[in-house]
């Protein structure tokens, strides 16, 4: 290189000429990475647009199916063509209601006592252990539901069998818990220490520091929490689908009754069917993806509001 | 002094950050193998201006440069080779920081980017840069060590030994000093006079007995504007502007 | 003074029960697992196919028949025979000189009888109702080339594991490159602006969409329209996407990480971007980014939903990456397949402490990853 240098160093305008080779090369890498940054965009609108695509199509055309029929529907038989999806909203609703009126209570408190109250020895138990709760897969969870929930609510439940929404709103509540604690935890941490020592000084006891102090300054972040906590208990799948019961029909009308919310819906029929029942399966998959987006966006709304503050 | 020769010639330069105009037709010859002290309170530009000597300023968004700088006569806002120009004009910044790897890897960084792979021309580079930084008798047995692991003031001889490894005609130094204690200070203010046999050098710095006691010229910057540009002597001893005079004097800044 | 006090107390007494109801749950989860499931962990649990599979093989005589005082050994082929608690016969051993590693099948392929695998017949002779000592004299008594019903025994999970690591592999072939590569165009080359808003837009709601959604559409498209079949791609396919929020968002996390000044100075050296990016981005930004590898692999255990409707319920090694020989089952959806249609909890349960292992292994590698990184910064 020594040699390179000076040499170029005699005549300082041609070394200054652009490299034309090398500029293009870094154009083109740019261009790659900006590609493989593209991916994320074009997947998020080919699934919208073909599950939309194959969710509409039983409701247009020749021999179309009412979408007022499915929409409000009751039944899903689809040996006699009659495809109703209103029971299962209800009954995505109800659960996903339930476990978020349980769940985020118990899930703040524990993240409360994670930043605020515990000890450090008791931190390193508690918060591996929700680490761990948040990594266990759904299958096993249901496995659990079905395994212990379902016998417990079968001894108590005046109806014949332990299937129900109140064994869905069980292992619902259980599997969003993680996610509340730890987005919960991380806001409370990030809450300035100079709101407690303020309210520590003005004769507020620890408690009411936290209560009074803490956690509103951590609002917008443990609304964000529960909103991540319904879109998970909306979507959840395979769990459910053990110990939901899966009626063909009705509205729950307590919670010892069955319940088929949408994604088990989807899962449970989908490897089987064809043609109009598969459509439907989508549809009921595009009803699913508007709860879903209704609470991306809330989400978003909510963390980029709070990144304004 | 008389047969000096400039090596950067700066004409009417504007920089703007969106909508505020942080320098206002800067207009300044540089000499080649002089110290050339940048001074003046905090944002006045001086350390905005080094950065468009290099074009540093290219990494920061909406920065929009009007007016001309000449190096060697070649237009470095123009259609030319950033990457060059940038291996010609190195820098020197004002946090000691090495990357996270040895010594020896640090220094090599430059060269092995510039496409040198041979080990004993790496090596010897390496030595050489060490050396002229006055820091190779302290870290010679350590070479493989992480280059974060010694003191502050050896962690900024070491970055302008990375400097120097590249060949550079000009060096850029960003208050090198300003995260240091006295003595490792001092160690490099004699690195900057002994390296200015070689090298060009344009330093930015807070402090004014630095700028007295190492450059040969000063330039004082005010609000983005150059309030007076001359020889050392002359701008500590007698500057010729009020404001100048009440910079130097420690009425303000 | 006294009820506030008392409001203290009972708030404090939440906060603790919260807790305590948290490891309350997990306790218990661990505790069923393991009760159910353990007895079912066992060397042939972890080593055998899942099927049992029955081959005809030939095999030559080695010796010539002589009693033995060896219960149950057999001269002419230099092996050894038992009988298990279902009182089936099965070799217990199998001799140096045997013929057995050397077996054809009736194919002509050679096959390799191993010890345990299960013997029935020998030419048209049924074994299974012979004691040890009469099978062994039948065995002896055989023609010099002679057949052998061979059956390998099922019950392990040996499919589900092999399954489940291709598609872990092929899902981080496709994602990782793509999610690393997002990562860095996002934080160090992307310019604020409407293109940036919706990469991040869609990443968001990619990170949002359950994954039974996924599984719509990967059945749609890459089983059915590219005509995959469910098949490990298909899986590995769809997994991809909904990997890519994490790997992307982790590794992005760890790019922030890093000084501007390394950046600065790399430019201020004469690199270029792309070498500044290759020699100071990557190698600062590595523990994060296997902390974002680990992550993914953690969400690919875990994951069902998606994967049942790409790459099926099949419980086989894959051979191939499309078509019916590519489609697998994972461990999760055996769990739930054998919890749900055939109701073998205890089966299910020893699965799933083998999920939980993984689960706990891979959260401790990425704890000592991310702390042995923040030593490392610190210095």
């Keep these: 290189m020594t040699n390179n240098i000076k040499e170029e160093n005699n005549n300082s305008s041609i070394m200054m000429k652009p490299n034309k080779t090398r500029d293009i090369i870094e154009k083109i890498v740019e261009t790659i990475f900006f590609l493989c940054a593209m991916v994320s965009v074009v997947s998020v609108i080919a699934i919208i647009v073909f599950v939309f695509y194959k969710g509409v199509a039983p409701f247009v055309g020749n021999n179309a199916y009412s979408f007022f029929d499915f929409i409000s529907g009751v039944k899903w038989d689809p040996n006699h063509n009659e495809y109703g999806v209103f029971y299962m909203i209800v009954a995505s609703i109800l659960a996903t209601i339930g476990a978020i009126i349980i769940g985020v209570p118990i899930g703040l408190l524990t993240a409360v006592f994670i930043a605020e109250i515990a000890p450090k020895s008791l931190v390193n138990i508690v918060k591996p252990g929700v680490e761990l709760l948040a990594g266990i897969p759904s299958v096993i969870y249901g496995a659990f539901g079905l395994g212990v929930i379902v016998p417990l609510i079968n001894k108590i439940s005046p109806e014949p069998q332990g299937q129900s929404l109140l064994a869905v709103i069980c292992v619902l509540t259980i599997m969003i818990l993680p996610t509340i604690i730890s987005l919960s935890e991380a806001t409370l941490k990030a809450v300035p220490n100079s709101y407690r020592e303020a309210s520590l000084g003005l004769g507020a006891s620890k408690t009411q520091t936290i209560f009074r102090a803490v956690i509103p300054a951590a609002k917008s972040g443990i609304l964000s929490a529960t909103v991540l906590g319904i879109g998970r208990a909306i979507g959840e799948t395979m769990a459910v689908m053990m110990i939901a019961g899966n009626p063909i029909g009705g509205i729950p009308m307590s919670i010892w009754d069955k319940v088929r919310p949408l994604t088990t819906n989807i899962a449970m029929e989908m490897s089987y069917a064809s043609g109009r029942h598969q459509e439907m399966l989508f549809a009921t998959g595009v009803i699913l993806f508007a709860f879903i987006m209704i609470v991306n966006i809330t989400l978003i709304k909510i963390t980029s509001k709070a990144g304004e503050k | ?253 | 003074m006294n009820s506030r006090k008392l409001k203290d107390s009972i708030l404090q007494g939440l906060i603790y029960f919260s807790a305590a109801f948290t490891i309350f749950i997990l306790t218990v989860i661990i505790g069923f697992i393991l009760y159910k499931g353990v007895p079912g962990i066992n060397l042939h649990f972890l080593t055998r196919q899942w099927e049992e599979k029955t081959t005809f093989v030939r095999v030559d005589k080695v010796a010539e028949p002589k009693d033995s005082d060896k219960e149950g050994y057999v001269s002419s082929l230099d092996i050894t025979l038992k009988k298990d608690k279902e009182g089936n016969l099965y070799i217990s051993k199998i001799g140096s000189d045997s013929s057995l590693d050397s077996a054809v099948d009736m194919l002509g392929q050679s096959f390799k009888v191993k010890s345990d695998d299960k013997l029935s017949k020998v030419d048209s002779n049924d074994l299974s109702e012979l004691s040890v000592a009469d099978a062994v004299k039948m065995i002896n008594q055989s023609q010099d080339n002679m057949r052998l019903k061979i059956t390998r025994p099922g019950g392990g999970i040996v499919p589900m594991l092999v399954s489940t690591i291709y598609i872990i592999l092929l899902s981080l072939v496709i994602a990782a490159p793509i999610g690393i590569l997002s990562a860095i165009y996002l934080n160090e080359y992307a310019k604020p602006g409407k293109i940036l808003n919706a990469i991040r837009f869609a990443i968001q709601n990619l990170a949002g969409i359950p994954s039974i959604i996924y599984g719509l559409f990967g059945m749609l498209i890459f089983v059915q329209y590219f005509g995959m079949g469910y098949s490990i791609l298909a899986g590995a396919l769809t997994l991809s996407i909904i990997l890519l929020p994490t790997i992307i968002s982790t590794t992005e996390e760890a790019l922030k990480a890093i000084p501007q000044t390394y950046r600065e100075s790399s430019l201020g050296l004469g690199a270029t971007k792309l070498q500044t990016n290759y020699k100071i981005i990557l190698p600062n930004a590595l523990p994060g980014i296997l902390v974002a590898i680990i992550l993914s692999i953690g969400r690919i255990v875990g994951e069902s939903a998606a994967l049942m409707l790409t790459a099926g319920t099949v419980a086989q090694i894959p051979t191939a990456i499309t078509g019916n020989e590519a489609g697998a089952a994972t461990l999760t959806i055996k769990l739930y397949m054998l919890m749900k249609e055939e109701g073998d909890i205890a089966t299910a349960c020893s699965i799933a402490i083998i999920l939980l292992a993984l689960i706990i292994v891979l959260n401790i590698t990425s704890k000592v990853i991310t702390r042995r990184f923040l030593k490392k910064q610190g210095i």
């Design chain 2, 1 to 253: 002094m008389s047969n000096e020769v400039s090596k950067f010639s700066v004409q009417e330069l504007d920089l703007y950050y969106s909508n505020f105009q942080a320098l206002k037709k800067i207009n300044m010859e540089i000499q080649e193998k002089e110290i050339t002290a940048f001074i003046g309170p905090s944002g006045c530009g001086k350390s905005t201006f080094l950065k468009t000597i290099n074009r540093m300023n290219d990494l920061v968004e909406g920065v929009k440069v009007d007016g001309k700088i000449y190096l060697d006569g070649v237009d470095i806002y123009k259609d030319i080779d950033v990457i060059k120009l940038r291996s010609r004009v190195g820098m020197v910044f004002q946090q000691p920081n090495p990357f996270p790897m040895s010594i020896y890897d640090n220094v090599a960084y430059g060269p092995r980017i510039h496409g040198i792979k041979k080990k004993s021309v790496l090596d010897e580079i390496v030595e050489k840069s060490l050396r002229q930084a006055a820091i190779w008798d302290e870290v010679k047995d350590k070479l493989k060590k992480s280059a974060r692991a010694v003191s502050g003031g050896q962690q900024q001889r070491i970055c302008i030994a990375r400097t120097l490894a590249v060949e550079p005609e000009v060096i850029l130094m960003d208050e090198p000093t300003s995260a240091l204690d006295p003595i490792s200070t001092l160690k490099i203010e004699d690195l900057a006079v002994e390296l200015k046999e070689q090298y060009t050098i344009i330093i930015v710095t807070h402090n004014m007995q630095q700028a007295s006691r190492i450059s040969d010229k000063t330039a004082f910057f005010l609000t983005g504007e150059v309030i007076e540009y001359g020889k050392t002597e002359q701008i500590f001893n007698t500057p010729k502007n009020k404001k100048t005079e009440d910079y130097i004097t420690g009425r303000f800044g």
